[in-house]
């Protein structure tokens, strides 16, 4: 099972917004709405954002949304802050009943 | 208040046999699948292994039959026993508990292992 594809990296200024893809296939991200997201700060265990493709868990900012399209899901940020500077994985379940991560992307708020 | 508390990283020798055990509390435990998920120096996640109430065990191509995943509900406890490590294995891992079979509400803090001559 091969890791799910995200951008290295993506930036952006304060108070704007950005989108992290995350592409798999029909197998994974594709087949299925069990896509979650985690942010993760240097040093500090993953944090759940995002479950079901767009849900977010209690006390998790609305400034987080999560969509799917095919293949592809994405997480988008809105009002980007300072404290949102961190790594972001997306998680997908697959039809082989495992579970897959994705690269990762790092986001920097400039 | 949940927490899950990871043990048993260290060293070890290319080859070598290390168990991982990871104390729940905050929640009742035979209730929910748990998962390990590691991560090297410097990469990404990788999803390790994990187990259902019922004790069905799921694992990823890289670990099958090398590890194995077990719980003993009546100590709120996981483990995880790892033979013929490999330096492709060293990590942080982590014990996450698990929702709906697929995602990861809440996280330990890590054990460290190393396999390395």
């Known amino acids: 099972q091969s890791a799910l594809t995200q951008p290295a990296s993506v930036s952006g200024s304060p108070g704007q917004s950005i989108t992290i893809s995350c592409t798999g296939t029909?197998?994974?991200?594709?087949?299925?709405?069990?896509v979650s997201w985690y942010q993760q700060h240097p040093g500090k265990a993953p944090k759940l954002m995002i479950y079901d493709v767009s849900n977010r868990p209690s006390g998790v900012s609305n400034r987080f949304s999560g969509s799917k399209s095919g293949n592809t899901a994405s997480l988008t940020i809105s009002g980007l802050q300072a404290e949102d500077e961190a790594d972001y994985y997306c998680?997908?379940?697959?039809?082989?009943?495992?579970?897959?991560f994705g690269t990762g992307t790092k986001v920097t708020v400039l | 208040e949940v927490q899950l508390v990871e043990s048993g990283g260290g060293l070890v020798q290319p080859g070598g046999s290390l168990r991982l055990s990871c104390a729940a509390s905050?929640?009742?435990?035979?209730?929910?699948?748990m998962h390990w998920v590691r991560q090297a120096t410097g990469k990404g996640l990788e999803w390790v292994s994990g187990?259902?109430?019922?004790?069905?065990?799921h694992y990823p191509g890289s670990v099958k039959g090398r590890f194995t995943l077990s719980r003993e509900n009546a100590k709120n406890s996981l483990y995880l026993q790892m033979n013929s490590l490999r330096a492709g294995d060293t990590a942080v891992y982590y014990c996450?508990?698990?929702?709906?079979?697929?995602?990861?509400?809440?996280w330990g803090q890590g054990t460290l292992v190393t396999v390395s001559s």
């Open positions: 998680s997908s379940y697959t039809s082989s009943s495992t579970l897959v």
């Open positions: 905050g929640f009742i435990f035979s209730s929910y699948a």
């Open positions: 996450a508990r698990v929702r709906r079979g697929y995602f990861f509400d809440y």
């Open positions: 187990i259902g109430t019922a004790g069905d065990t």
């Open positions: 029909s197998s994974d991200v594709g087949g299925y709405n069990y």
